[in-house]
Protein backbone atom coordinates (compact mmCIF):
# COMPACT_ATOMS: atom_id res chain seq x y z
CA UNK A 1 0.00 0.00 0.00
CA UNK A 2 2.77 2.09 0.85
CA UNK A 3 4.17 1.77 -3.03
CA UNK A 4 0.37 2.51 -4.05
CA UNK A 5 0.30 5.82 -2.33
CA UNK A 6 3.96 7.08 -3.30
CA UNK A 7 2.82 6.59 -6.88
CA UNK A 8 -0.77 8.48 -6.71
CA UNK A 9 2.07 11.25 -4.57
CA UNK A 10 3.98 11.98 -7.47
CA UNK A 11 1.38 11.91 -10.45
CA UNK A 12 0.66 15.83 -11.36
CA UNK A 13 -2.89 15.75 -12.13
CA UNK A 14 -4.40 18.59 -14.23
CA UNK A 15 -8.03 20.30 -12.95
CA UNK A 16 -10.54 20.64 -15.49
CA UNK A 17 -10.13 24.64 -15.54
CA UNK A 18 -6.35 24.22 -16.57
CA UNK A 19 -7.23 21.73 -19.34
CA UNK A 20 -9.63 24.02 -20.34
CA UNK A 21 -7.10 26.83 -20.41
CA UNK A 22 -4.62 24.69 -22.23
CA UNK A 23 -7.15 23.96 -24.84
CA UNK A 24 -8.32 27.82 -25.46
CA UNK A 25 -4.70 28.95 -25.33
CA UNK A 26 -3.70 26.01 -28.16
CA UNK A 27 -6.93 26.83 -30.37
CA UNK A 28 -6.07 30.64 -30.04
CA UNK A 29 -2.44 30.32 -31.32
CA UNK A 30 -3.60 28.07 -34.26
CA UNK A 31 -6.34 30.80 -35.01
CA UNK A 32 -3.40 33.67 -34.96
CA UNK A 33 -0.97 31.23 -37.14
CA UNK A 34 -4.06 30.63 -39.61
CA UNK A 35 -4.70 34.24 -39.49
CA UNK A 36 -1.18 35.05 -40.27
CA UNK A 37 -1.01 32.46 -43.11
CA UNK A 38 -4.16 33.81 -44.72
CA UNK A 39 -2.62 37.08 -44.34
CA UNK A 40 0.70 36.67 -45.65
CA UNK A 41 -0.86 34.50 -49.27
CA UNK A 42 -3.06 37.21 -49.77
CA UNK A 43 -0.14 39.39 -49.94
CA UNK A 44 1.66 37.38 -52.27
CA UNK A 45 -1.24 37.03 -54.24
CA UNK A 46 -1.85 41.02 -54.56
CA UNK A 47 1.97 40.83 -55.29
CA UNK A 48 1.51 38.44 -58.33
CA UNK A 49 -1.38 40.39 -59.34
CA UNK A 50 0.42 43.53 -59.28
CA UNK A 51 3.48 41.73 -61.24
CA UNK A 52 1.06 40.61 -63.96
CA UNK A 53 -0.56 44.01 -64.42
CA UNK A 54 2.90 45.83 -64.78
CA UNK A 55 4.13 43.27 -67.24
CA UNK A 56 0.29 43.45 -69.08
CA UNK A 57 1.11 47.01 -69.23
CA UNK A 58 4.72 47.37 -70.66
CA UNK A 59 3.52 44.56 -73.70
CA UNK A 60 0.68 47.48 -74.37
CA UNK A 61 3.16 50.77 -73.91
CA UNK A 62 5.04 49.15 -76.44
CA UNK A 63 2.15 48.13 -78.67
CA UNK A 64 1.57 51.90 -78.48
CA UNK A 65 4.90 52.54 -79.34
CA UNK A 66 4.63 50.42 -82.45
CA UNK A 67 1.47 51.99 -83.65
CA UNK A 68 3.12 55.46 -83.16
CA UNK A 69 5.82 54.48 -85.12
CA UNK A 70 4.14 53.40 -88.34
CA UNK A 71 1.81 56.76 -87.64
CA UNK A 72 4.86 58.57 -87.97
CA UNK A 73 6.36 56.62 -90.86
CA UNK A 74 2.63 56.72 -92.78
CA UNK A 75 2.71 60.78 -92.30
CA UNK A 76 6.46 61.16 -93.80
CA UNK A 77 5.39 58.84 -96.51
CA UNK A 78 2.32 61.02 -97.53
CA UNK A 79 4.26 63.94 -96.88
CA UNK A 80 6.78 62.93 -99.27
CA UNK A 81 4.92 61.66 -102.08
CA UNK A 82 3.09 65.02 -101.53
CA UNK A 83 6.52 66.88 -102.07
CA UNK A 84 7.41 64.77 -105.06
CA UNK A 85 4.06 65.39 -106.81
CA UNK A 86 4.12 69.20 -106.17
CA UNK A 87 7.85 69.30 -107.92
CA UNK A 88 6.75 66.92 -110.78
CA UNK A 89 9.30 64.06 -109.54
CA UNK A 90 9.27 60.85 -111.72
CA UNK A 91 9.68 59.28 -108.89
CA UNK A 92 6.99 56.77 -107.39
CA UNK A 93 6.03 55.76 -104.05
CA UNK A 94 8.19 52.44 -102.79
CA UNK A 95 4.43 49.67 -102.50
CA UNK A 96 4.38 47.51 -99.80
CA UNK A 97 5.13 43.69 -101.04
CA UNK A 98 5.10 40.29 -99.37
CA UNK A 99 8.07 38.56 -98.76
CA UNK A 100 8.81 35.74 -100.90
CA UNK A 101 10.11 32.08 -100.18
CA UNK A 102 12.88 30.58 -100.90
CA UNK A 103 16.71 32.13 -100.67
CA UNK A 104 18.26 34.84 -101.56
CA UNK A 105 20.70 34.40 -104.55
CA UNK A 106 24.10 35.79 -103.49
CA UNK A 107 24.93 38.86 -105.58
CA UNK A 108 28.51 39.38 -107.12
CA UNK A 109 29.43 43.06 -105.97
CA UNK A 110 29.94 44.36 -109.46
CA UNK A 111 26.44 43.89 -109.99
CA UNK A 112 25.35 44.77 -106.27
CA UNK A 113 26.21 48.53 -108.04
CA UNK A 114 25.01 48.32 -111.56
CA UNK A 115 28.38 47.63 -113.00
CA UNK A 116 29.76 44.00 -114.95
CA UNK A 117 31.28 41.59 -112.73
CA UNK A 118 34.77 42.12 -112.49
CA UNK A 119 34.81 45.84 -113.87
CA UNK A 120 35.82 48.29 -111.75
CA UNK A 121 33.21 50.56 -109.25
CA UNK A 122 33.46 54.21 -109.33
CA UNK A 123 31.33 55.92 -106.80
CA UNK A 124 29.98 59.55 -107.76
CA UNK A 125 29.68 61.88 -105.06
CA UNK A 126 25.98 63.55 -105.77
CA UNK A 127 25.71 65.61 -102.81
CA UNK A 128 25.17 69.55 -103.45
CA UNK A 129 28.36 71.60 -103.09
CA UNK A 130 28.94 73.16 -99.46
CA UNK A 131 26.36 70.65 -97.70
Excluded: W
Excluded at 64 to 78: H, P, T
Excluded at 82 to 98: D, F, K, T
Excluded at 117 to 128: A, C, K, Q, R, Y
Aim: glycine share 12%.
Amino acid sequence: MNNNRNRRRYQRRLDVGSLIALLTLGAVGAAVACGFVGVKNAHVERGDLRRSLEDEIRVLEKEVEAIELRIARGRDRRSLEGALRHIGSELVPIENSESLAGRPAPIPDGLAFGGRPGSEINVTDLSPPGG
